[in-house]
């Protein structure tokens, strides 16, 4: 994890930022507003790990070569921008009791975040023409999902949900006078995006399930059967697709293809490419200890056994 340590030191500074001016909030948005930064601060044992937000400034510096406390402030800004549109996204996902707190405090994370960006970037600034169309890109997303199966037709659209995190890679090339590389970074955060969003969804796919959300892996499943999206799918089936037939080494092909794709493109992000690659190594992991198990059951059995219990 050279892409995340080589930069641990900078994180904590952004996150203590982060927190110093959440604590500013009004009450009783404090507290609500910590414990929700502290569920994404990678440096928490018990956090969930969007490294990709906080770390494309950085992952970018040897490009732009950007200043470190540039890099902090992009960083930051983007810890802000994570945490109103996850919220946004709970929100349209769940029914839950305290949504009038949870939008509150998604507006008073959101202006943090435009406070952040506006000390870089001037109204004139084509920052805020590309910000406005990555929070377009997200908004057809998240209201398109169950309506199209865009991870066999339109695979890059899975990533579109997260794009508003592409702000600060696009506004540290703006700083830094390479304005020419947007397309091509933005494309590559795209595919990196992918590959996450598909680990995520092996991880969550029975809650998707469960919720009626859409899920790459429950696509990837249905395509194998030709059917439609989740048509005759429910946990048995599955379950028999991964673990009997295989279906979650096809999908880490997938995976690996666009990882290929990624570290075949320029210029070069090293942290980028070695970040999507671990991520795809990872399901690659679960994949073989699948497919490692199905080997011993169609022996009988009985090698598994004795693999497990004489010790």
Same mark, same amino acid.
């Given at each position: 994890m050279e892409w995340y340590f080589a930069y641990k030191d900078e994180l904590e500074k952004v996150f203590r930022q982060a927190e110093e001016r959440t604590a500013a909030f009004p009450a009783p948005f404090q507290n609500q507003g910590l414990d929700y930064l502290a569920r994404f601060n990678p440096l928490r044992e018990d956090s969930t790990r969007n490294y990709i937000c906080y770390l494309l400034p950085f992952w970018l510096q040897e490009l732009t070569g950007l200043a470190p406390e540039i890099c902090r402030k992009l960083s930051l800004g983007n810890v802000f921008v994570m945490a109103h549109y996850l919220i946004q996204? *709970? !929100?349209? *996902?769940?029914?839950? =009791?305290?949504?009038?707190?949870?939008?509150?405090?998604?507006?008073?994370?959101?202006?943090?975040?435009?406070? !952040?960006?506006? =000390?870089? +970037?001037?109204?004139?600034?084509? +920052?805020?023409?590309?910000?406005?169309?990555?929070?377009?890109?997200?908004? !057809?997303?998240?209201?398109?999902?169950g309506t199209k199966d865009f991870f066999q037709g339109e695979r890059h659209q899975v990533a579109l949900k997260a794009s508003p995190l592409k702000m600060a890679g696009t506004g540290a090339l703006l700083l830094s006078g390479r304005a020419d590389l947007i397309q091509a970074i933005t494309d590559m955060t795209d595919t990196a995006l992918v590959v996450l969003q598909m680990s995520d969804d092996w991880a969550d796919w029975?809650?998707?399930?469960?919720?009626?959300?859409?899920?790459?892996?429950?696509?990837?499943?249905?395509?194998?059967?030709?059917?439609?999206?989740?048509?005759?799918?429910?946990?048995?089936?599955?379950?028999?697709?991964?673990?009997?037939?295989?279906?979650?080494?096809?999908? !880490?092909?997938?995976?690996?293809?666009?990882?290929?794709?990624?570290?075949?493109?320029?210029? *070069?992000?090293?942290?980028?490419?070695?970040?999507?690659?671990?991520?795809?190594?990872?399901?690659?992991?679960?994949?073989?200890?699948?497919?490692?198990?199905?080997?011993?059951?169609?022996?009988?059995?009985?090698?598994?056994?004795?693999?497990?219990?004489?010790?």
């Open positions: 996204d *709970d !929100v349209m *996902d769940t029914a839950a =009791d305290n949504r009038k707190m949870q939008l509150a405090l998604s507006q008073l994370f959101y202006t943090e975040c435009l406070d !952040v960006y506006r =000390d870089l +970037f001037p109204a004139s600034s084509p +920052f805020w023409t590309y910000a406005r169309t990555y929070i377009g890109e997200w908004a !057809v997303s998240v209201t398109s999902e029975s809650e998707d399930l469960e919720e009626n959300s859409y899920n790459c892996l429950l696509s990837h499943i249905s395509a194998e059967q030709k059917t439609a999206y989740r048509e005759g799918l429910g946990p048995e089936q599955i379950r028999e697709a991964i673990y009997v037939r295989g279906a979650l080494a096809s999908y !880490v092909s997938i995976a690996d293809q666009a990882v290929q794709q990624l570290e075949n493109l320029e210029p *070069d992000i090293p942290g980028l490419r070695m970040f999507t690659r671990s991520i795809a190594e990872e399901l690659g992991e679960e994949a073989a200890e699948i497919e490692t198990g199905r080997s011993h059951l169609r022996r009988g059995g009985l090698d598994f056994w004795l693999s497990k219990n004489m010790k």
